[in-house]
């Protein structure tokens, strides 16, 4: 599964979207990020049991995140 995430580029904002994908039970396979101007764009892919939109909804709750798109 793939998540397209916009993330503030705060201290330890990547280390936070990876712990808390690890708390909801994914397991991270691939991140990418880019920076374009004050934004991030992440390219998260996970593996787990359970639906990506629930690690969406959680991931959208943190400060950093401003957007998360499910991919597939």
């Known amino acids: 599964m793939k998540l ?3 993330v ?3 201290h330890g904002a990547l280390q936070r979207v ?3 994908a ?3 039970g994914f397991d991270p396979v ?3 990020a880019r920076m ?3 934004t991030m764009h992440v390219e ?3 593996r787990g049991p359970r639906d990506a939109g629930l690690l969406a909804r959680t991931l959208e709750r943190l400060y950093e995140v401003t957007s998360v798109e499910v991919l597939g």
């Open 30 to 32: 691939a991140l990418t």
């Open 44 to 46: 998260l892919e996970v």
């Open 4 to 6: 397209r995430l916009t």
């Open 8 to 10: 503030r580029p705060e």
């Open 36 to 38: 374009n101007g004050e």
């Open 18 to 20: 990876l712990v808390h």
């Open 22 to 24: 690890g708390r909801r």
